[in-house]
């Protein structure tokens, strides 16, 4: 049976870094299941569906194909045929997968694929709902976090670093705003699932974070092997 490691927490706490790095370390694929969403959000745009129409968007979004590949270890997302994993990383993208993620439809269609996926390979996921919905028998579930202050500064540096001219106190407001929606939204809201290991990156470097999955995973392996 192929191995699984959940990972899920708010923007910005560290997921897709951390995810990452434990996958290469543990020869997984790693699954950026936001990346499936903002695909899907992609596409409403570039059909000028309104966010807040869920009837328009659970129609549309039975015509989109979405599909992940691998290539040289890097995941990468496809819309229709086309490859949109640059595209996907806009901000008003992100705004309108914060808001298409709410429906139904939308979850169940991505929800089956990435189950998918997880039946034939070794995968860490990531996401909000993976331990709670998508793989609820995950060898290790992990509940990534990190506070809302130290979640806008990461985000403040990688924006200035790209030369983008931006505020601290706008993107930490707009982290507040995009967990409460997050977690508050009616189907697989952003939860802690209750087998979920609790890691809280605010004080931790890359490394610690990715060094303590890794741990985590070998002991759950060590347990379940007696
Ligand atoms: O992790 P991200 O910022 O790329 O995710 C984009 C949006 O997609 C985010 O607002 C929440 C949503 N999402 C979700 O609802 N369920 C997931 N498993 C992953 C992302």
Do not use: W
């Not at 129609?59 to 496809?78: L, M, P």
């Amino acid at each position: 049976m192929s191995k699984k490691i959940a990972i899920d927490g708010p923007a910005g706490a560290g997921k897709s870094t951390i995810a990452k790095i434990v996958a290469k370390e543990l020869g997984f694929i790693y699954v950026d299941t936001g990346a499936m969403y903002r695909a899907m959000a992609l596409y409403m745009i570039n059909n000028n569906i309104d966010a807040s129409d869920s009837e328009k968007i659970s129609a549309t979004c039975q015509s989109a194909d979405i599909t992940i590949r691998h290539e040289g270890g890097v995941q990468r997302v496809y819309l229709n045929g086309e490859d949109v994993s640059e595209l996907v990383r806009k901000e008003e993208v992100g705004k309108m997968a914060s808001a298409s993620s709410v429906n139904g439809d939308v979850r169940k269609k991505l929800v089956e694929l990435q189950q998918k996926l997880a039946q034939t390979t070794d995968v860490v996921m990531d996401g909000r709902d993976i331990g709670t919905v998508v793989l609820p028998d995950a060898d290790l579930k992990v509940f990534l976090t990190a506070s809302s202050r130290v979640r806008a500064e990461r985000r403040y540096k990688e924006l200035t670093e790209k030369g983008e001219i931006c505020d601290i106190d706008a993107i930490e407001k707009d982290i507040i705003d995009r967990d409460y929606r997050d977690s508050h939204r009616e189907i697989s809201p952003l939860k802690q699932a209750e087998d979920a290991v609790l890691v809280d990156t605010s004080d931790m470097t890359i490394d610690e974070v990715a060094g303590k999955i890794v741990d985590l995973y070998n002991n759950v392996g060590a347990k379940s092997s007696f």
